[in-house]
């Protein structure tokens, strides 16, 4: 039984490399994704190509070699021509490793910059045990904005990513788009990616980094750049307060107990702790990730925090049922 699971185990673990899943960067068509992709499934055929020669030879000298031998013969017998096929066997292996690495190394200058020389687009990204701050910087004319764990891209244009770290080392990789790029405290690396598709890539921490390493996701929003402009546009100005009664006890709430850790724009609120929380209502996800963006998820994430994510840094805020009900609706209309 254990060895008919085993040989149906294994043809499962190819396909799911193969597969079109969330993390896989086989199936990558972006420009460097892509190369990547190409890169991997080339070393991986010439692996597969080395192992079953060696296999091959090692049964046919088993084969050979299964002879009795007379013990009154010398151990060490004279070459009869086996040292030839050592030299072939040498010869055709530097040859195949230098062909690996030239195709390598053209692979990493290739996606060292985009092929216009520079991106016209750059994003700031920091990361903190356990999600990532976006910081845009349009134009100085236009000011700056900051999101975290969602970044937009637009469609069809490279975008160059400043990395930095807030406390300890990261990996920030998007498997679709592009390779990793370690994210080291007291250093900026840059890396860059272009969609050629609209869509929405998953991102994941590739170092580990703590006890919710695993659970320290993104998510790269590629859209068409009108799409982009927009939500650029929203993002700058900031959504209009509700007016009203429920609307100024949510934000009195939020005051008292959220904003000495969050910061949101058009508010006394600055805290640098957290996550910047300006139009949280048009993220889809919470937590970095985890869980959708709604608000009884919402509701369950501020009250309940270290039961969905333990060792995170956001509390359990103890909050009434009254006090929940005025500032989820606050914050989803913000």
């Known amino acids: 039984m254990i060895r008919a699971r085993w040989i149906l185990s294994c043809p499962a673990l190819a396909l799911t490399g193969c597969a079109s899943l969330p993390l896989s960067y086989l199936d990558s068509t972006a420009p460097v994704g892509g190369r990547i992709a190409q890169l991997g499934w080339g070393m991986l055929i010439i692996s597969v190509v080395v192992v079953l020669i060696i296999a091959g030879l090692l049964v046919a000298a088993i084969w050979r070699g299964s002879t009795e031998v007379d013990g009154r013969e010398l151990a060490v017998r004279r070459d009869t021509g086996g040292m030839r096929w050592i030299y072939v066997g040498v010869g055709i292996s530097s040859a195949v490793l230098a062909i690996s690495a030239i195709w390598t190394l053209l692979t990493l200058k290739a996606v060292a910059q985009p092929a216009s020389g520079a991106a016209p687009l750059t994003i700031g990204i920091v ?13 100085q004319a236009q000011g700056n904005f900051t999101t975290a764990n ?18 300890v080392i990261h990996s920030f990789w998007v498997p679709k788009l592009a390779g990793k790029t370690d ?25 580990y980094c703590g006890i919710e390493h695993a659970l320290m996701s993104f998510r ?45 724009r058009g508010t006394e609120a600055g805290g640098a702790y957290g996550p910047d929380l300006t139009n949280l209502g048009s993220r889809t996800t919470l937590a970095a990730g985890m869980i959708q963006n709604t608000p009884r998820n919402l509701a369950y994430w501020i009250r309940h925090a270290q039961e969905v994510k333990p060792g995170a840094r956001m509390p359990n805020v103890p909050l009434s049922d009254a006090d929940v009900a005025k500032l989820v609706p606050y914050l989803e209309a913000r």
Do not use: K
């Open 127 to 139: 990361a903190h045990q356990w999600w990532w701050q976006a910081d845009y910087r349009p134009s």
């Open 150 to 167: 969602e970044v937009h891209i637009p469609v069809g244009v490279p975008v160059r990513f400043e990395l930095r770290s807030a406390d």
């Open 183 to 207: 994210v080291i405290p007291g250093r900026t690396n840059s890396m860059w990616v272009e969609a050629r598709q609209p869509g929405i890539y998953r991102g994941q921490c590739a170092e």
């Open 220 to 264: 790269v929003i590629a859209e068409p750049i009108d799409r982009f402009r927009s939500w650029q546009a929203a993002e700058l100005s900031g959504r209009s307060p509700q007016q009203g009664s429920a609307s100024a006890q949510g934000a009195a709430i939020f005051a008292a107990h959220c904003g000495a850790c969050h910061a949101m």
